[in-house]
């Protein structure tokens, strides 16, 4: 077989990643062997294939929107650990910029 023009110590760079000596020798047969699938794919006809991006149709499996009564006020703020009226009051959680 051909061996794919590619250096898993040229990609690991590429990437940022210090491979030892040791996952360098287990990782090139395995980028190897990636390459030469992706080769394998690339060699299949698809004269007549339109672009998808699933496999399968996708159908909308949205509801229609519709008016219900929501849940009471009062329910929903009954855990409140505080509140001020009918709102829930939260703690300050962002601040000026500093001069």
């Given at each position: 077989?051909n061996?794919?023009?590619?250096?898993v110590?040229y990609?690991?760079?590429?990437?940022?990643l210090e491979?030892?000596?040791?996952e360098?020798?287990?990782?090139?047969?395995?980028?190897?062997?990636?390459v030469?699938?992706?080769e394998k794919?690339?060699?299949?006809?698809?004269?007549?294939?339109?672009?998808?991006?699933h496999?399968?149709?996708?159908?909308?499996?949205?509801?229609?929107?519709e008016?219900r009564?929501s849940m009471?006020?009062?329910?929903a703020?009954?855990?409140?650990?505080?509140r001020?009226?009918?709102e829930?009051?939260?703690?300050?959680?962002?601040e000026?910029?500093?001069?």
């Amino acid at each position: 077989m051909n061996k794919p023009a590619i250096d898993v110590a040229y990609v690991a760079e590429l990437a940022r990643l210090e491979l030892t000596d040791e996952e360098k020798a287990v990782f090139q047969p395995q980028l190897e062997d990636i390459v030469r699938y992706v080769e394998k794919i690339s060699s299949v006809d698809v004269e007549g294939v339109p672009p998808t991006m699933h496999g399968r149709e996708i159908v909308n499996a949205l509801r229609e929107d519709e008016v219900r009564p929501s849940m009471p006020r009062e329910d929903a703020l009954s855990n409140a650990p505080a509140r001020t009226g009918d709102e829930f009051m939260l703690p300050k959680i962002v601040e000026g910029a500093e001069s």
